[in-house]
């Protein structure tokens, strides 16, 4: 019973995934054509939209010395 239920719900994932996989070449070309048709305007209104919502967010002191670029970098390349 647990094993036909875990086989189940294994077969929808996958199923589920297969259907979204046929699906995101269409939903990137609307997302494209949506780009395309979007005036300068309210491109140039969004991004200061959401720049201006960044800009509302406190940084903690810490952030302001260290970024996290440092170790980022050493995770880029560390051996693998």
Do not use: N
């Amino acid at each position: 019973m647990i094993i036909e239920l875990v086989s189940s719900a294994a077969l929808l994932e996958r199923e589920w995934m297969a259907q979204w996989r046929r699906a995101a070449p269409a939903l990137a070309q609307v997302r494209a054509d949506e780009l395309a048709r979007l005036p300068a305007a309210e491109a140039l209104a969004a991004t200061d939209t959401l720049l201006a919502i960044g800009a509302k967010v406190a940084l903690p002191v810490d952030r302001l010395t260290w970024s996290g670029l440092i170790e980022f970098e050493r995770y880029l390349h560390r051996p693998r």
